[in-house]
């Protein structure tokens, strides 16, 4: 039985979703409301230790961290293979899922934050504020969002080096893509799947224009065929995201 703690417009959630979707599993969901601040509920802690969404729990097994999550599937359910077997080509999708790890997920958590977040966590009480800046394990993050919710911004020059970040990023997908039309070459791959979400989120947050009108036609092109997998309907764009919240 596979079970999945997630947040329906968490990037890293859906990085799961995405795999659990080519892979056709089923999955038991468990929604970790992180505006509500449930991520930090003591029973959710005991599974992850950081306070952050994704976990899977696998016949009771605790899988935490995107990265391992996508593996620990690719390595249980080996069918349809999403690793590819030529030494280059691994090599070329674990580096491309390692610059999502060290700078995607930072670059779009604040540019996020800035954009949709920050107007949640100005919704909440200043006790509420005062108990995730204390309580979160990742002291960091309980401070940003603590920051945010009392009406500070995120400063600009960290919001222009994300952005900076992305763009750069898309470069490397762009020049990954020469290989092939998937990510890590001819076959697609977990890369394929660690990039959907963010590429989805950065069409949130108005950075298109990275790859659009022929800038970088590879990504471009890869884009239109991610969207037309059935697994981005399942795991991405059937959830609702932080524009259409309305409480
Ligand atoms: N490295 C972790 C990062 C997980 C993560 O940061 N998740 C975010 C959502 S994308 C989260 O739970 N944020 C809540 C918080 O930081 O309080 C992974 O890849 O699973």
Redesign the pocket.
């Known amino acids: 039985m596979l079970e999945l703690y997630h ?1 329906n417009d ?4 859906q990085k799961v979703r995405v795999c659990l979707a080519e892979k056709g599993l089923d999955w038991i969901p468990h929604h970790v409301d ?1 505006m509500k601040l449930e ?1 930090l509920a003591p029973d959710y802690l005991k599974l992850n230790p950081k ?4 976990t899977l729990v696998h016949d009771g097994r605790v899988v ?4 391992d999550i996508i593996e620990y599937l690719d390595e249980q359910f080996p069918q349809p293979a999403l690793r590819p077997e030529e030494p280059g080509a691994l090599a070329r999708m674990r580096t491309l899922i390692q610059l999502q ?1 060290d700078t995607a ?1 930072i670059a779009v958590g604040l540019q996020t934050m800035q954009r949709y977040i920050k107007r949640h966590m100005e919704r909440l009480s200043e006790e509420k504020l005062a108990a995730y800046a204390a309580n ?1 394990p ?1 002291p960091e ?1 309980g401070a940003i ?1 603590a920051h945010v919710g009392r009406g500070g911004d995120i400063p600009q020059a960290g919001l222009d080096q994300a952005a900076a970040d992305l763009e750069n990023a898309v470069g490397s997908l762009e020049a990954a893509l020469v290989e092939g039309p998937w990510l890590a070459g001819d076959r697609y791959s977990l890369a394929d799947v660690t990039w959907t979400p963010f590429v989805h989120r950065m069409t949130i947050l108005d950075m298109s224009v990275f790859w659009e009108g022929g800038l970088r036609p590879r990504t471009e092109d890869w884009w239109e065929r991610i969207k037309r997998r059935p697994s981005y309907a399942e795991a991405i764009s059937k959830f609702p995201t932080f524009t259409s919240f309305t409480e």
Do not use: F, I, K, Q
């Open positions: 947040y968490s990037v890293c959630a992180l991520n306070g952050v969404v994704p935490c961290e995107s990265t790890d997920l979160h990742m993050r969002h």
